[in-house]
């Protein structure tokens, strides 16, 4: 088998791992990315979101580092939607010119290699160390052995591998997945002027929590059951009228994003068998809410389902037992935590397990809670970070932390901490606080 060795080896390249990536080879350490997509990005790019969510605190900007870079080579391109990025709910942005753009972004770093179509499929361990990972890309394997691995891949499949305690909800209680997709050809003018004639009545699945953003840059609607009242469905496609789904408009003229519930009381963390009828699911769940819309919304008429995401969504599976657990007290208080590595203002809550609608937690405009730093240390192992969502943290707290610029967030701060246990020979927990966030801040992180 090949080995190699690095500095920093980032398991999953996805959301909160590129960013991991990025900025450990920016503070010097040598530096690889594996994944098991075909592009970097994971739900950022291949899960098509299209909506970042969690810059602001209704007030203020609250995220800017390696994550509010993105947006402005977004915004060079024309490649994102905002209105004013203090008090957006969102910024719409273009998942096909992510992929380019976060390409472009890390071929410039000379530290850091990205393996893509790269599967992790074992962890090297030394007692409670992780010490590196076996990854097989086409039909080769390689060993990588690291100074320190950044787990990244959702799941966290490293620490789970390693040993290291999680929380994974019961199946009767786990937000449901949602595999993202795109229609094209909708007459945009048409469908605002149908809503703002028929204002919703039944679909009142809005967070109440979202209305206190000042802006929204685009289209946004909720769930099918105004337009279904009246409609027959068969028994199969009842689910229509009562799921949770949000229709999003993106950069692009005539086109909307579909987030609509799909495998739902089901873990994605099971494979072959589950895992295929959870990505079938998903798959006929879109193809059915896309033909409703173009039988049922003045404006669908010409309208086609024009992608379905190479990744299906998943809004939670494991989280790592840390060094700290972030609660919804915490989340609450807006917590200022003396290890904070960035800020997060979303309302708290989640989607309920039946896919109907989600529960919310709100903050007051311009309150905002810290994410503390050892909530990314799996408690009992060392030579691993975690960064993404599956940190630690209550369920409850899921709907602010897992947004994906506080998962970019938990990434810049994760690299840049394994950059400078390498450089300063100490491991990750012993990381001195006062040097990573001076660094954090040096490299315009908010802290
Ligand atoms: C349906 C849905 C809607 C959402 N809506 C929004 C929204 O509107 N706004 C918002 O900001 N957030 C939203 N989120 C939340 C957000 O997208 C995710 O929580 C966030 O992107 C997760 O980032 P991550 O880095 O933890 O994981 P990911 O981005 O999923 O990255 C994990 C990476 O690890 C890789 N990986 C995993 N296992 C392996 C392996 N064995 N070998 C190699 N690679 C591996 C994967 O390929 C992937 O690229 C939504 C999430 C879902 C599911």
Redesign the pocket.
Known sequence: MRTKTVDVLV???????VIAGIAAARNGAETII????RC?????T??M??????FSDKKNLIVRGIAWELRNIFKERNAIVEVDPNTDV?FLYDTEIAKVILDEVTSKEPKLTSYLD????DVITEGDTVVGLV?LSQSELMEIRAKVVID????A?VSYKAGAPYELREKKDIQP????GRMCGIDMDRVKQYYDEHPPVLDTHVPPAWHDFKTFPGFMHFGLADELKDVELPPEKEYLRNWLG?F?STPNPGEVTI?CSGAIEAHSIEGFESRAAQENFSQKTLYDVAEAFKKYVPGFENSYLSAIAA?L???ESRRIIGDYKVTLEDFQAAREFEDSIGRGA?PAGAHTPDGVTMYVYDLEPGDSMTIPYRCMLPKGKDGILV????VSYEAPVANCI??????MVM?QAAGTAAAIAVQKGTTVRNVDMKLLQGTLKQQDVIL
């Open positions: 398991a999953g390249g996805g959301t909160a791992g594996v994944d098991k997509q970097l990005g994971g739900q950022f291949a899960g979101q299209g909506a970042w969510v969690g969102c790269t599967a992790i499929v990854v990244c891949t959702g799941d499949l997945m949602t595999l993202m949000i999003t987030n990744l969504g998943v809004r979303m960064a993404g969502r599956c897992r947004c994906m610029p506080q998962c990434g």
